[in-house]
């Protein structure tokens, strides 16, 4: 099977999807002329990225991921500054093509903010993972002293287990 992919101004050439996503990228961005850092895409003529650059197996044969015969749009994938905090951040997906359509550019602006508010969500939500233990804002003194007036009325939360509910099942036996 193969697919049109479109280009420049108004170029074209066929590649056959029955091969790795990594071949079919490694190719498509020689056939363009881009160097091998830049990280690349193809979205179809509506302006869907297909996110084969994300593919957790990019072993995984592109006819998986790609329709035959129909035609997409190489775009390039632009980051974050190296070295900066927003080193893996997705600033735009662009189309390398002459004059795209405004349609275009808007679909794939949506998906670049979509995707970039889905990692930062990501990202919050492993950094309050990380947060394991929490310490008791309040530390009492503990004296021997004291009668039952003095003490706090603060309660305890004890957790009980399985087998100290059973345990006390067996000594009311």
Not at 28 to 43: F, N
Not at 93 to 108: G, S, T
Not at 127 to 137: C, F, G, H, L, Y
Not at 147 to 162: A, H, I, Q, V, W
Request: hydrophobic fraction near 30%; include cysteine.
């Amino acid at each position: 099977m193969f697919i049109f992919i479109k280009h420049g101004d108004d170029q074209q050439f066929l590649v056959n999807t029955n091969c790795s996503v990594v071949r079919l990228l490694h190719y498509t961005r020689s056939k363009v002329g881009l160097p091998k850092t830049d990280t690349i895409d193809l979205c179809d003529e509506s302006g869907t990225m297909k996110l084969l650059f994300l593919t957790k197996t990019p072993e995984d044969y592109a006819s998986k991921f790609l329709t035959a015969r129909d035609t997409y749009y190489i775009c390039k994938v632009e980051r974050g500054a190296p070295g900066t905090r927003l080193e893996n951040a997705y600033k735009a997906f662009v189309p390398l093509l002459k004059n795209p359509e405004p349609e275009l550019i808007d679909a794939l602006r949506t998906q670049c903010d979509t995707l970039e508010r889905n990692r930062v969500k990501l990202l919050r939500s492993q950094e309050v993972k990380k947060v394991v233990t929490i310490e008791p804002s309040v530390n009492l003194p503990k004296s021997k002293g004291r009668s039952d007036e003095e003490r706090p009325t603060r309660k305890r939360l004890t957790f009980k287990t399985k087998v100290d509910i059973l345990g006390r099942r067996d000594k009311r036996r």
